[in-house]
């Protein structure tokens, strides 16, 4: 980022502002064009918090206050509208040669200002304090010389080891010294002013408070002309100069101090000498005898005209002299040690650093000066600007969260450095340049109006009592250029201008990252102008830590669009054209992060635009749905499991259909944060594949596999082409099954189940090919871990259908894959050395394996295999794969019963639970160990109403038994669980397949109790 000047206020009405200011007078500034103001020959002070603007000129003041305008159009929405004015003079020749803005804290625990105190100085060397409002507060006539100038320093907490901070004082200017107001005492007789202001407009009696300033006065002995001065505080010089002072002034046998007095340092400018450097010393000049005599005869003739009134005359005189409150303190005299001794050359103004260290100063042959304050020599001149106005900017270092650590590893708190511009407006040129300090170079150029006012302002708040808590004590603006058409500018520098070559590079990145931040927290932007920004951005950054920064802010903001990402990594990718083995660790982390960055939002755009397609009339409707004995061929198992499941998923959805009102729920989808949500579910960088963040929120990671699979599930896009996209996105495979599965089972409701297997059959077909067919299967009795982790994925689906369906694709695909590395296997002992290509070729056929190695017509159901030659081996993984079929469809129909509420009538009188809808899955069934099905199923019946005794077979057999002896029923037991053991699982599924299919036959039209006694034989 560059240095820029950016407005923060308007001054809307310029026309009434001139007529209330100048009137008449106006006509005197023939010079200034018609719509702008007069600024260079009126006073001009803005409040450091920014809310306050005063102009004053002559005899009059316009108190202006700050106000937001949310309406405007304009980009600047402050604007400064007039609170009061009028005219300020009491005497007759009396004009404002000065004034300023102090914004007083309030006492509390507040941040901001609680009220403005506006200070005026006059050419009869009086002072007078106002409200906001234009309420005279009091005044006092410090001096009876014209007033040059009122400056403030304001509270401040040292620096460093050996700064002593600076306190609340107001600094009164005079051609013969300076006069000090201390800011506490100050402060508090302007509150209380204040506050007697307020109690007086409440028509209450009170007595005026009284003021008590405390005020030390400073003249200057050997300066002829003062046009301006600066307080720089307290000095204290090394025992060597002290101590060589000493010898120089009283030679061999000088008596001298064993150490060092402390001084306050006064500069002033102005002519013979053109700078003076005056020293006061601290705790004063011992008193002269005169002068106690004088003061002692002074408080009798007080005490004796108190007590005798007309001793002294006439009291009306002493009361009126009394009421223009002159203070009367001693002067001390301060010596000037040295100066710049120019007689041709007169100093205008003088404006101090923040750090008082250094000072610049303007004369009259147009010449800027930069000194040392401490050491008082001149450090740095510049020619060529006449009228010249100056103003320093202090630059903080920029703190950034990625690299730069307020804290070091100690705990320690680490002071982050400043810098020091200078600003110099010269309004013969109408230009603004800003110098780096002390013998930097120019560090640029802006242009201005030639009648426009440059406002330095170095203090923040006042009557702070040494608050502690106001670390940060400084002006809201500290460099403000004013335009004649009544705008209000801000100049502002960054830090890394103070800095060259690498560090300099570093920290003006670090400087474009932070700017970048604050433009993407604003969320008014469009597409085009969000990649423009990027692009101008990124094209800027110089070093590869800030690059990964940049793209990781990108990354992390929720307004991110997938252009603007890969504007910035096109930025990056162009200028890391080196292998990867040649660059440094952060340029090989870059290279590595944009490249998977470019693959993912490639393989977005591709997945994005299916899913923005309308579904294919083919896909969403039945009519075109394979037959059950196609599907049973892609499947690979029978004609009589897949009627099976086609009649359970017609008793599911007739369940459905019975209780569509029982939860409804309304879902709002956020298009602009998809892409965000999608960048936020992988990581990246961390291996040179692309995989799933762990412990992703599910509705998160369902919203993704969603966007990935629904828009190819419901096109006829070939699937080779989602193959191919999916390769080249770099994703880990395991990744795609795991977000498959997740999509399929999650799904709410399918279209087409025949339709809707088939393809999702073939989509699990073509994620497993994007790995290596080894990495799947193992030998026939091991377990394969890609297939045991889809398995726990489906014992864990709360939707035990959904698994099931999936589970069947899934030992489909497992099948054929294992019939593709036996023959591979075969073709391997066949071939001899140098038949590489056949291998590639038969790579090449793998894609089209399901639809040249199905099955024939015949199923297993069909025929019965006699012959040993026929027997074929089944690996460990498909019997895995069977039993877990078995265990979802039980657990299908038991989640259907049990997720039904029943309706009650006449036939269900009993006392019920609250119904509860359980969401079970195998895993949990599982988990809880015997006795969880009963559980579920009791709980249930017990939200139904039916009689208990209806539950109960009294036709069992059991009953028949219960009279038999203990010795008898230990041998049924026995015998009964002999013939469990003989029940093979394929007869149990049977069984509940049985059971299934005369339930879906069983007639509707019953009553409530029969409905639950048919669901409890279910």
Known sequence: MSCQIKGIANIPDIDNVKKLLYGNAISKFEYVPSNELPLQDCHISLSSVGDVFVMAWNTKMIIFISKWDSQE???IKNKFHITWHGEITKEQNEWITSVICLPLISLGKASGPDWTCIAVGYNTGFVRFYTETGALLFEEQ?????????KCQSFSLPRHVGDTGCSEEIYISYNSGVCILQGFPL???????????????????????????????????????????????????????HLMTASICGGYNAMYRSSAPQHNLVVATGKRPFIGFHYALEGGNAPVLSDVAIAMASKLANAIGTAVPWFRGSSKNTTSDASKGNIQESVETMSCRFGLSDIMREGDCIVCSPNKMLSVISDAMGRVLLINNKRGVAVRLWKGYRDAQCGWIEATEEKDRGIHRNINKSGRKILLRTALFLVIYAPKKGVIDIWSIQQGPKITTFTASKNGRLLYINYGF??????????????????????????????????????????????????????????????????????????????????NEIKVQTIEVLMNSKHILPDALLAAINCFVIKEEKKEEELEPTAKMLHQLTMQLRQIITFYKYVKAQLDIPPEYNIVTADNAPSSKHLSSILLTSEREVHRIIKLAKMINSFKDTNVSAETKVKFKEDEKIFFNFLSCFEFGSSKSIGLRKDLKEEKINDISRLIY??????????????????????????????????WTHKEEIISLEIEMKRFTQLLHVICLLTDVENICVEYNEVSLWWKNVRTILTESTKPFNALTAALACRAIAMILEKYKEKLQNQKLLETNGNEGEDNKNMNNITNIDETEKPSDITPDDETYSSISEWEN???????????????????????????????????????????????????????????????????????????????????VEFDQLQLSIDSLQLTDALDEATAIEVSQQEQSKLLSLSVEIGDEAKTNMTTEAYILGKKST
Not at 510 to 526: C, G, V
Request: aromatic share 8%; with cysteine.
């Open 73 to 75: 159009l304009d980009e």
């Open 142 to 150: 410090i001096h009876n010389e014209s007033v040059l100038g009122i």
């Open 187 to 241: 402060f508090s007789t302007l509150r209380a002013c204040r506050n007697h202001l307020a109690r007086v407009q409440a028509n209450c009696n009170d007595l005026p408070p009284v003021p008590n300033l405390s005020c030390k006065k400073w003249a200057f002995k050997n300066q002829d002309i003062a046009n301006d001065s600066e307080v720089i505080g307290i000095t204290s010089i090394n025992s060597f100069d």
């Open 462 to 543: 006042l009557g702070a009592n040494d608050n502690a808590t106001l670390s940060k004590n400084k002006a809201q603006y500290s460099c403000v250029f004013m335009d004649p058409l009544g705008g209000l500018k801000e100049i502002c520098v960054p830090f890394h201008f103070a800095l060259n070559s690498k560090n300099g590079k570093r920290a003006r990145d670090i400087h474009l990252l932070r700017k970048l931040r604050t433009y993407l927290r604003e969320e008014e932007f469009n597409e085009e102008k969000l990649v423009a920004e990027v692009t101008t951005t990124c094209l800027g950054l110089k070093t």
């Open 710 to 743: 629904q828009g190819w599930m419901y096109s006829n896009d070939v699937k080779e082409k989602w193959q191919q996209a999916a390769k080249d996105s770099n994703i880990q495979p395991f990744n795609f099954m795991e977000l498959a599965l997740i999509y």
């Open 874 to 956: 089944v690996s460990n993984d498909t019997c895995q794969f069977t039993l877990l079929i078995g265990n979802l469809e039980d657990i299908t129909i038991l989640n259907a019963v049990i997720s039904q509420q029943v309706i009650p009538d006449e036939t269900t009188q009993f006392f019920t639970l609250p119904f509860t809808k359980n969401d079970i899955s195998l895993a949990s069934i599982l988990a809880k160990g015997k006795g969880s099905v009963s559980e579920l199923v009791a709980k249930w019946l017990s939200t139904t109403g039916i009689d208990p005794t209806r539950l109960i077979d009294t036709t069992d």
